[in-house]
């Protein structure tokens, strides 16, 4: 008999495989545009009530730079540090995923990957 996964559920299973497919991620997440955290997966105990929040501030942000900017919808943004990146993706009206990187990372791979993520996340959200 097959079990109905929960949207928590399935949120999280795309998170495990995004990590799987990615192994060298940090962590990922998928939060609410409002900020909070719905499915998490970080290699250390980061505080995804504060991720979820800085993430979707930064979405926020984002949205209105394009918006004044005249660049169209805001599809993702990326903040820099020496240690590595973090990845915000914008997921339909309702979410984000933001995803973060060491320092190094195959951009490339990354971005199909998330991106496949992202696209899943949206329509479960």
């Known amino acids: 008999m097959t079990m109905i996964q929960s949207k928590p559920e399935r949120l999280n299973a795309i998170l495990v495989n995004l990590r799987s497919s ?5 962590g990922a997440m998928v939060a609410t545009a409002d900020g909070l955290p719905i499915a998490q997966s970080f290699s250390d105990n980061t505080d995804a009530n504060r991720v979820a929040a800085m993430a979707a501030t930064a979405l926020g942000l984002g ?3 394009n918006d004044t900017l005249g660049t169209g919808n805001l599809s993702e943004m990326s903040v820099s540090g020496l240690q590595g990146q ?4 914008s997921v339909g009206a309702k979410g984000v995923l933001a995803v973060v990187t060491p320092a190094g990372m195959n951009l490339g ?10 696209q899943s ?3 479960i959200l």
């Open 22 to 26: 990615l192994p060298e991620l940090r």
């Open 109 to 118: 791979l990354l971005h199909m990957e998330a991106r496949d993520a992202a």
């Open 86 to 89: 973090v990845f915000i993706y």
């Open 63 to 65: 949205k209105r730079i």
């Open 121 to 123: 996340i949206a329509s």
